[in-house]
Nanobody, 124 residues
Framework: QVQLVESGGGLVQAGGSLRLSCAAS????????MGWFRQAPGKEREFVAA????????YYAHSVKGRFTISRDNAKNTVYLQMNSLKPEDTAVYYC?????????????????WGQGTQVTVSS
């Protein structure tokens, strides 16, 4: 049984910052890549960021590159998403995802484990 629990979402003004956390349990966290995805109302789920098992490789969607940073602390079984310079178009439910592979990937199909999501709302 794998559980991923996101936290840190909330309401913030444009230009502000939030840090999301994802606490993992139920499997060997340090062996697998992790990712963040988001879904806005009426839109498809989209890739945000991913990080390899060791944290050595990271990938970002073009829309968030330079503003968001993904990181992980394997000793704490936790992955983070630091979000800076937030825009109204960043408003979405953000999901933490666990891969079955050690390498980071951009496609959601390689992430069988998902958290319940945390709402991020950015106001103008």
């Amino acid at each position: 049984q794998v559980q991923l629990v996101e936290s840190g979402g909330g309401l913030v003004q444009a230009g502000g910052s939030l840090r999301l956390s994802c606490a993992a349990s139920g499997r060997t966290f340090s062996s697998y890549a992790m990712g963040w995805f988001r879904q806005a109302p009426g839109k498809e789920r989209e890739f945000v960021a991913a990080i390899s098992w060791s944290g050595g490789d990271t990938y970002y969607a073009h829309s968030v590159k330079g503003r968001f940073t993904i990181s992980r602390d394997n000793a704490k079984n936790t992955v983070y998403l630091q979000m800076n310079s937030l825009k109204p178009e960043d408003t979405a439910v953000y999901y933490c995802a666990g891969s079955v592979y050690p390498q980071a990937e951009r496609v959601p199909g390689v992430y069988p484990y998902w958290g319940q999501g945390t709402q991020v709302t950015v106001s103008s």
